[in-house]
């Protein structure tokens, strides 16, 4: 399976922190929110100076 194939399971502590930003979020809202903020964060981690890519 492909890590893009693979189901993200949200726990209740960050979804009520969704739900208070944003109000009630469908599934197709969720979905671009959370690849959003994943897209930043691998953004960031490929800023670092220290990043070092994994051997493929």
Do not use: C, H, W
């Amino acid at each position: 399976m492909e890590l893009k194939d693979r189901v993200t399971i949200i726990n209740k502590r960050n979804m009520n922190g969704l739900s208070q930003l944003y109000g009630k979020i469908s599934t197709d809202e969720l979905e671009l929110i959370v690849n959003r903020y994943l897209a930043i964060a691998i953004d960031e981690i490929m800023e670092d100076e220290n990043f070092t890519p994994a051997a493929m």
